[in-house]
């Protein structure tokens, strides 16, 4: 079964390191761009960035370029997210997805099933 | 590229159609667009891309038409589980962007 699993629920203070992970398994990993997908509580989805997991290039939405780094780690099938710093506006549940066919613009066949992010202080 | 749906609640009876309208602010490159169906406490899900192709083991029922900035997605026999949020996407240029959401309620 093609799968995106996600690590789980995190509680961090504003200004902390966080680091969140999306793996995947039941087919072949370097051949398909991952995504991360933002939604804030209550509100819609928003793009972030992708990454090519065959070589590790990455591209960002300005609304989040310098403020989150997308890598991957090929070894273990595994992509992640992270912040240097979180804010309180990070609060959210953020989901990896899979693009279609391998291709760089393409639509997100395959879902995470999402981690909620909490920043307070 | 700023995606706009309406309308943005949409309350049907089962059986009916409803017909969901995405308005693209310029034209969407070589039809790039998807739709995408969101259920309380789930991920999204694909329903749509390339305007019109569905998804892997999406029902005919669905059903997306449209090119350059109007596009629509038509759900046909409108059925209990079908109330959702749903989202259209462009994913032709970046950075990707998502229309606001139309919640369908099936009364």
């Known amino acids: 079964e093609v799968q995106l699993v996600q690590s789980g629920a995190e509680v961090k203070k504003p200004g902390e390191f966080l680091r969140i992970s999306c793996k995947g398994s039941?087919?072949?990993?370097?051949?398909?761009?991952i995504t991360w997908v933002r939604q804030m509580p209550g509100k819609g989805l928003e793009w972030m960035g992708k990454?090519?997991?065959?070589?590790?290039?990455?591209n960002y939405s300005p609304s989040f370029h310098g403020h989150v780094t997308i890598s991957v780690d090929k070894s273990i099938t595994t992509v992640y997210l992270q912040w240097s710093s979180l804010k309180a506006s990070d609060t959210a549940i953020y989901y990896c997805a899979r693009l279609v066919g391998g291709y760089s613009r393409a639509a997100f066949d395959i879902w995470g099933q999402g981690t909620f992010i909490t920043a307070t202080s | 590229k700023v995606l706009t749906q309406s309308p943005g609640t949409l309350s049907l009876s089962p059986g009916e159609r409803a017909t969901l309208s995405c308005r693209a602010s310029?034209?969407?490159?070589?039809?790039?667009l998807a739709w995408y169906q969101q259920k309380p406490g789930q991920a999204p899900s694909l329903l749509i891309y390339a305007a019109s192709s569905r998804a892997t083991g999406i029902p005919d029922r669905f059903s997306g038409s449209g090119s350059g900035t109007d596009f629509t997605l038509t759900i046909s026999r409108l059925e209990p589980e079908d109330s959702a949020v749903y989202y259209c996407?462009?994913?032709?240029?970046?950075?990707?962007?998502f229309g606001q959401g139309t919640r369908l309620e099936i009364k």
């Open positions: 996407q462009q994913y032709g240029s970046s950075p990707i962007t």
């Open positions: 990454i090519d997991p065959s070589d590790g290039y990455s």
């Open positions: 310029q034209s969407v490159s070589s039809s790039n």
């Open positions: 039941g087919y072949n990993f370097t051949s398909f761009w």
